[in-house]
T-cell receptor, first 112, second 115 residues
């Protein structure tokens, strides 16, 4: 079983919809949680970063972390066609190892 | 200035040949990472550099894979005797200091195809 599980999609929504993306993980040592967005043939770019449990909001994006359930979410409000991309969750334990552990990514398509 | 750059952007090689992939990190970033992304898979960590040393090589899949970093800047990932299962996108990332709170900035990747 992978340390981080993520539904690969594709997820297709109409423009303006609220999108919910999520990941589950098994390693209770993870403390740092990130969401990256990756457009086709490009490298991932950091969207949101959260430390430990709680919510964080940035514009149309909200990240939630529930460490007790080992579950993280990314919500996108008023989705736009330009949000069409693959969304990758990533996490790290914060002690020693610097590498990120990624989910496999969810492909999102926002239909105009 | 510029972001992380990688070359070549695409590489097609024959099974058994050696390949070298290059990464130019953001100027001044001391930490550098290599990841591999296979079709439909998330990113898989390969190796981490802090300066010129590699304190974490735990992700290298076999001894055919090696990497070096010189002058605290450019890094080269070498794959010897390539196999078809090595086909993937190889991504390089850099961060300012390498702490867990530092953002990792990714390059566009090198798409490797082994025939």
């Amino acid at each position: 079983q992978k340390e981080v599980e993520q539904d690969p999609g594709p997820l297709s929504v109409p423009e303006g919809a609220i999108v919910s993306l999520n990941c589950t993980y098994s390693n209770s040592a993870f403390q740092y949680f990130m969401w990256y967005r990756q457009y086709s043939r490009k490298g991932p770019e950091l969207l949101m970063y959260t430390y430990s449990s709680g919510n964080k909001e940035d514009g149309r994006f909200t990240a939630q972390v529930d460490k007790s359930s080992k579950y993280i979410s990314l919500f996108i409000r008023d989705s736009q066609p330009s949000d069409s991309a693959t969304y990758l969750c990533a996490m790290s334990a914060g002690t020693g190892r610097r590498a990120l552990t990624f989910g496999s990514g969810t492909r999102l398509q926002v239909q105009p | 200035g510029a972001g992380v750059s990688q070359s070549p952007s695409n590489k097609v090689t024959e099974k058994g040949k050696d390949v070298e992939l290059r990464c130019d990190p953001i100027s001044g970033h001391t930490a550098l990472y290599w990841y591999r992304q296979s079709l439909g898979q998330g990113l898989e960590f390969l190796i981490y550099f802090q300066g010129n040393s590699a304190p974490d090589k735990s992700g290298l899949p076999s001894d055919r894979f090696s990497a070096e970093r010189t002058g605290g800047s450019v890094s080269t990932l070498t794959i010897q005797r390539t196999q078809q299962e090595d086909s993937a996108v190889y991504l390089c990332a850099s961060s300012r200091t390498g702490t867990n709170t530092d953002t990792q900035y990714f390059g566009p990747g090198t798409r490797l195809t082994v025939l």
